[in-house]
């Protein structure tokens, strides 16, 4: 039997270095409470959610089991982290903000491999990358 969580869950792919960057920032910005986890070692069975959609997008993890994706996974993010922060993720749960975000995500989601701290292998698919099998 697995216990409860009591905070939120933030996991990212911890092989990509664009992500990983992101998130070493957003701890130190923000100052989420959450548990931020790399979703190679999350055990995803546990949080809900599958490998092919962990690697697919960032995922936020409420402590009840609820999934939030992409770019409503940094909303929620940013709610979590309050103050000024929190009117920004207000914003970005509104529609047609909403809808701009997800593309926005998507594009650089995308792109990550060409993004200030990218690196090749976050192009490649999660199987085929040098640290896959680990």
Known sequence: MTTPRTRPVLVYDGDCGFCTTSVNAAERYLRPRCRI???????????????????????????????????????????????PWAVAGAVLTLPPVRWLAHAVYRLVANNRHRMPGGTPACALPANSRPTAGR
Do not use: M
């Open 37 to 83: 986890t790399a979703w190679q070692f999350a055990d995803l069975d546990e949080l809900g959610v599958t490998q092919q959609r962990a690697e697919h997008e960032v995922l936020w993890i409420t402590p009840s089991g609820a999934v939030h994706g992409g770019a409503q996974a940094v909303a929620k993010l940013l709610l979590n982290a309050g103050g």
